[in-house]
């Protein structure tokens, strides 16, 4: 009981649980019970079955403790298939780390993605980590990395994370990387593992919806005769050079508009592979039309005129002011489908392997498989002090109550001058109000504007 009381304490952040339970074995004294406490699902799930006189949930058999007990037969788990959306992660790492400045006593909420986000807040080693996604295999896929670096030497981990492809996978995960993952991410793996990573698979990141939209790119650059172009941006030596390859070639071809109405602009093509639900394009077409005349017919649901607006200004300043070879691995990634040394994600550096591969580097990371308010509503109030939401609101219907229910949860769980980052597809999303009548100050730390402003990468 003492160990189930700790991993609650834990899991909702509370700091009395277990040390209450260690002054009624002192005492000899009973806990008395509170319908203010915050119980985890781990914990509910657990005495559910001890009082059935039931075997543990297999989550408490488990060697480490990251990945929280949830029902896989729920309709909202199972909505997903066997899929995830996202093979990488498209937030900029060093944006954050620079905007967050996360120190040894920051608790963190942030939403699972990819994983790679998750991992560069572990490199600035918090107090602790909450990593909150409702689709299971965004968990599996962030399990099996830190699986990968409790286990494995750096070679492996960079074939794995680096390269997208190991030729000897299921042997890794079977002698390996078992011992250190959930029952429901090692059967995952086991099923899809040889299929994504395996010799002869195209590799990790052409799995997953945002395979469509690095399909896509390679597509294009064989149809329009580009593909030497693109193969020219990823190694070109300077910025001047990769301007004159994006100029003279590649902008023509890649942000054409008949392209951008007959394929990037369609609702299918943005939800695919790009992940962007209805609601987020809602607002892109809105910005759009404030920014033209506001009694203009051109819809960008329609014409797609929007999009290709926010596809300029997204694309021109990257590529004017970040050298894709070197220093930007998000493009990189989907021009060419793998990393290189030369470039990659922070925590694929040799130096992050020493950091996050010692015995206690993710003891403070806990995975949920939920929706970020169930996860908030359980935790003790006032001890978040970093709410990472990334553009999770630019999925909400603006009419409907769940922005101001979930700024409302948040709220709750933050300390006082506690931090929330988001990221919007919009210039001013709607939701900012929401947060200010709850008490928040607003403060605008990146816009593209005017056109042309580079932000991150």
Request: one cysteine or more; hydrophobic letters at 40%; a positive charge.
């Amino acid at each position: 009981m003492h160990k189930l009381a700790a991993l609650d304490a834990a899991v909702t952040e509370s700091p009395f649980i277990s040390a209450l339970d260690l002054q009624r074995k002192s005492v000899g004294g009973a806990r008395r019970g509170s319908s203010s406490e915050r119980r985890s699902k781990a914990y509910e799930s657990a005495i559910f079955n001890l009082s059935a006189s039931l075997p543990l949930p297999a989550a408490w058999y488990q060697q480490h403790h990251w990945r929280i007990y949830y029902d896989e037969q729920l309709q909202k788990h199972k909505q997903f298939g066997d899929e995830y959306i996202y093979a990488f992660t498209w937030e900029d790492a060093r944006v954050d780390a620079r905007l967050l400045k996360i120190t040894s006593e920051d608790v963190v909420l942030a939403i699972t993605s990819a994983g790679d986000n998750i991992l560069a807040y572990a490199l600035e080693q918090p107090k602790r980590i909450h990593a909150v996604d409702l689709n299971p295999n965004q968990n599996h896929l962030l399990e099996l990395k830190v699986a990968a670096f409790t286990a494995l030497g750096y070679t492996d981990v960079w074939k794995l994370f680096g390269q997208g492809k190991h030729d000897d996978f299921r042997s890794l995960l079977i002698n390996h990387l078992s011992p250190h993952l959930s029952s429901q991410a090692f059967d995952y793996w086991l099923h899809k593992g040889n299929a994504t990573f395996g010799e002869k698979s195209r590799g990790l990141y052409y799995t997953g919806g945002s395979r469509h939209a690095i399909q896509l790119v390679q597509w294009l650059g064989r149809l329009l005769g580009i593909r030497a172009d693109l193969a020219a941006m990823c190694s070109a030596a300077t910025l001047n050079e990769q301007r004159e390859i994006w100029s003279k070639r590649v902008r023509r071809v890649l942000l054409s508009q008949f392209l951008n109405y007959t394929v990037i602009g369609t609702e299918k093509f943005l939800w695919k592979a790009l992940g962007v639900p209805a609601n987020q394009r809602a607002m892109i077409d809105a910005d759009y039309l404030h920014q033209t005349d506001p009694k203009s017919k051109v819809s960008g649901v329609k014409s797609g005129q929007a999009i290709w607006e926010y596809a300029v200004n997204t694309l021109d300043p990257v590529v004017n002011n970040t050298l894709v070879s070197e220093e930007n691995p998000y493009y990189l990634i989907c021009l060419q489908g793998q990393y290189t040394q030369r470039c990659h994600p922070e925590y694929l550096a040799p130096r992050s392997h020493v950091k996050l591969s010692k015995p206690n580097a993710f003891d403070g990371l806990r995975i949920h498989t939920d929706e970020l308010s169930e996860v908030m509503a359980r935790m003790t109030p006032e001890t978040l002090t970093i709410a990472v939401l990334m553009d999770s609101m630019d999925w909400f219907d603006p009419a409907g109550p769940e922005a101001d229910a979930q700024v409302k949860i948040v709220n709750r769980a933050l300390k006082m001058g506690g931090r929330v980052l988001l990221r919007s597809a919009g210039l001013k999303p709607w939701y900012v109000d929401t947060f200010e009548k709850r008490g928040f100050v607003a403060k605008r730390v990146g816009a593209r504007i005017p056109p042309g402003s580079c932000i991150d990468r």
